[in-house]
């Protein structure tokens, strides 16, 4: 029985959906006071309203509670957001028709929101994570010491692990590594833009010793392709994304394989190169000891990261289940 009254059996009311939502958020009746003339769903209940004044209301408690936290007046973080105290009011109250990433950010900088705080406000005010590294001109990012600190003891943390590990941002920049992904790597040529310890993308798709260590290369190939398109359909305005994308275009062999074959790979392989989890990948470990491994990426981000925009990969690194005859005997795949 949904909202139902268990002793009288009786269908919920728009009055018994609107007292629940009151019990479930402590939020003072009189708030809802609106919604209860608003229009109602056949089963009582109102019809986008009550979610709306849930979200302004949730909105208000964070704006208004930072503020008074800073110990500002309305007319002083107004006077930060260069606009009328009226208009800063209404921006408290969740009264905007629409808000864009530029508004929130402008918000977030002038009431000195860390990233976590940052992230609450996009998750509260339009229902998604803030785009990684997106803050407009004139918006500058302040300093969180709490994550400051948190990085470098996490990549300690991330030392212990004798697998492979890095982060990365949206763009798939390598901002951490440990010592385990720096081995899988050594002895590469020098490159001046794919390195894999600066860009894991460009590393796969332009550095010449790619192969050595991705060895089914042409399937490696066609699933960072695929990861490609996928970080440009979630990030569409990043301007570095899109510069990765011109510099594939004017490479007639990624070119097409971009435009052509990839396509073909989506259909059976899906695009993400991290949650594929079809046919796994083989990589050469520059020491023979291991020689050929199979590796699937798993990601494990914790949430401190998350609202940086970055996430964890690591790669597991396992022995084959079954052997060809090419195949050393160290042969294992790799899952991208």
């Not at 009328?84 to 028709?97: I, L, P, T």
């Not at 890095?166 to 020098?190: C, E, H, P």
């Not at 392709?225 to 359909?233: C, P």
Request: glycine share 6%; proline share 6%; charged share 25%.
């Amino acid at each position: 029985m949904s909202l139902s009254t268990k002793a009288t059996g009786k269908a919920a009311t728009a009055e018994d959906h609107v007292r629940a939502a009151q019990a479930r958020l402590n939020v003072p009746l009189h708030r809802w006071g609106g919604v209860l003339n608003a229009g109602t769903r056949s089963n009582g209940q109102p019809v986008d309203d009550l979610a709306a004044e849930m979200r302004a209301y949730r909105l208000q408690q964070l704006l208004q509670g930072r503020r008074e936290y800073l110990k500002l007046r309305q007319e002083e973080v107004a006077e930060r957001l260069s606009m009328s105290a009226r208009n800063y009011g209404n921006w408290e109250r969740g009264v905007v028709k629409e808000w864009t990433d530029e508004k929130l950010f402008q918000l977030a900088d002038a009431l000195e929101m860390t990233e976590s705080q940052v992230a609450r406000l996009f998750l509260i005010a339009v229902d998604r994570h803030p785009p990684a590294d997106a803050r407009p001109a004139g918006v500058r990012e302040r300093s969180n010491p709490s994550m400051e600190a948190f990085l470098p003891d996490y990549a300690t943390a991330m030392e212990a692990l004798s697998l492979p590990s890095f982060v990365i941002d949206q763009r798939w920049q390598v901002r951490l590594t440990n010592s385990a992904y720096r081995k899988l790597f050594r002895g590469l040529r020098n490159h001046p833009t794919a390195m894999p310890t600066d860009n894991f993308l460009r590393f796969g798709l332009f550095h010449p010793d790619a192969s050595a260590v991705l060895v089914d290369f042409d399937d490696w190939r066609l699933s960072l392709l695929a990861q490609l398109a996928t970080s440009l359909e979630r990030n569409d305005q990043d301007p570095e994304l899109d510069a990765l994308r011109l510099e594939i275009y004017r490479h007639p062999t990624l070119r097409n394989a971009y435009l052509d074959d990839m396509q073909a790979w989506v259909l059976g392989a899906g695009t993400d190169l991290v949650h594929h989890y079809g046919k796994p990948r083989t990589i050469r470990h520059p020491d023979p000891l291991i020689g050929l491994r199979s590796c699937r990426l798993v990601e494990e981000t914790p949430r401190p990261l998350q609202a940086r925009g970055l996430v964890r990969i690591t790669m597991v690194l396992t022995e084959p289940e079954t052997l060809g005859e090419s195949t050393l005997p160290e042969a294992a795949t790799c899952n991208a």
